[in-house]
């Protein structure tokens, strides 16, 4: 109750009251969602995402800013191209919906995780939407782009740089305990930090790698591909080693599960069932950020 309490009285940057801003957030999540449509869509084809002006697919009308409404568009042509009746793909205002919930729900938890937002939001909304595009990407091509996870190292790497002196130690889950590390402690917040990033990376990129290379070995056939591991070193090197170590059980736990899932759906018992291990990744990444803090906290406390 306290916590509602707060969120309804408590006001963002600008005086505007939490409730609206939420939901500002959250108009500007189903934007931002609008244009990952387009990356998820042209960056496997290797087309420009800038380049032309978004198109039917079918019969190539440019398609109208009326038309091109997150959400409402599509419910307005009731799912078809206005030009030719075509169907329009249900992923379309899946993500414009899916990346303003998750934009809210990741304002929310800033709001309430740390007593406001912070200058870590928009690194944190930045980082949620490669996700997004990384999972629908993987999900439909079984790719994961090298367009998006090099760039999302760097960007992680500069998150690493920049936060610690806005926020200090509360920048990232890893960092109060690394500072306390002997041969961490003496150095300043963003070398700490940036140590972190590494060790997060090798956690999660350098982890996977070492799997699919003895997995390889051994049994004679790929456990993964490198996409895996270079986003888990985008990952890795944003959330740390705990929160990572977390993603890769998360992902894991929920593939097995799907994949047995698949397997007794069809009668089958094919161990060697490709699934696109970036989307597992994906979403446990978002649940990690959100609330893996508080889920390593409550194993911890079992002890």
């Known amino acids: 109750m306290n916590i509602f309490m707060s969120l309804l009285v408590n006001d963002f940057p600008f005086g505007l009251p939490v409730p609206l801003a939420a939901i500002f957030v959250g108009a500007l999540g189903a934007i931002i969602g609008s244009f990952l449509n387009v990356v998820i869509f ?15 697919p079918q019969c190539s009308t440019a398609i109208h800013a009326y038309d091109n409404i997150p959400v409402l568009s599509y419910l307005i042509l009731r799912g078809r191209c206005r030009t030719c009746s075509t169907a329009i793909s ?29 200058a870590a939001l928009p690194f944190d909304l930045a980082f949620v939407s490669a996700l997004i595009a990384l999972i629908f990407i993987d999900a439909e091509h079984m790719i994961l782009p090298n367009a998006i996870t090099y760039p999302g ?26 500072a306390n590390v002997n041969y961490l402690s003496g150095l300043p917040v963003w070398a700490v930090s940036l140590a972190g990033a590494v060790l997060g990376a090798l956690a999660g990129g350098g982890s996977l790698w070492l799997m699919g290379w003895l997995w ?79 889920i390593i906290s409550w194993y911890a406390g079992q002890f």
């Not at 303003?100 to 937002?117: K, S």
């Open 42 to 56: 042209r960056l496997p084809r290797e087309e420009s995402i800038v380049f032309p002006n978004s198109r039917c």
């Open 90 to 118: 249900a992923r379309y205002p899946a993500v414009e919906a899916l990346t303003g919930i998750l934009f809210v729900a990741v304002f929310l938890h800033d709001v309430i995780g740390r007593n406001g937002p912070t």
């Open 153 to 178: 190292i760097v960007f992680a790497l500069v998150a690493r740089l920049l936060l610690p002196f806005l926020m200090g130690t509360n920048a990232f889950d890893d960092l109060p305990t690394l």
């Open 216 to 294: 390889e070995k051994l049994r004679k056939v790929e456990a993964m591909g490198l996409g895996d591991v270079k986003m888990m070193f985008m990952v890795g090197a944003y959330l740390g080693w705990r929160l990572t170590v977390l993603t890769i059980f998360l992902g894991v736990i929920t593939a097995s599960l799907t994949g047995i899932l698949l397997m007794l759906k069809r009668g089958e018992r094919n161990m060697q069932m490709l699934l696109p291990f970036g989307i597992f990744l994906g979403v446990g990444s978002i649940i990690a950020l959100m609330v893996g803090a508080r």
